[in-house]
């Protein structure tokens, strides 16, 4: 089973950082391709970022392309979303999320394709 848990997020003021962190207390994400998700105030959740098993593909959406990075630490069992350059725009609830994977470059950015969720964490930009 695998159990996700983000962490990191925050209050922050436009133009600043964060480093979201998504660790698993379950199984091991190495089979797992992850993606990072948001979902703002009467909004629909939003694809961000995601990372194939052993990291050589990633993909993010064009709104935070430049600007936030997605890693993972297989050796931690942990992913990360780098923000960088925040607008008051990223304004959201961040989610994690895990899906095996069969192919080493494989990575999804279709919600509907995620198995396993954490809670999430809420990053908050001001102006």
């Excluded at 098993?53 to 993972?72: E, W």
């Excluded at 999804?108 to 999430?120: L, R």
Aim: hydrophobic share 35%; net charge positive.
């Amino acid at each position: 089973q695998v159990q996700l848990a983000e962490s990191g997020g925050g209050l922050v003021l436009a133009g600043g950082s964060l480093r979201l962190t998504c660790a698993s207390s379950g199984r091991a994400l190495n089979n797992y391709s992850l993606g990072w998700f948001r979902q703002a105030p009467g909004k629909e959740l939003e694809f961000v970022a995601a990372i194939s098993r052993y990291g050589r593909s990633t993909s993010y959406a064009d709104s935070v392309k430049g600007r936030f990075t997605i890693s993972r630490d297989h050796p931690r069992n942990t992913a990360f979303l780098q923000m960088n350059s925040l607008k008051p725009e990223d304004t959201a609830l961040y989610y994690c999320a895990a899906e095996r994977s069969l192919r080493p470059y494989q990575l999804f950015s279709n919600a509907s394709t995620y198995d396993y969720w954490g809670q999430g964490t809420q990053v908050t930009v001001s102006s």
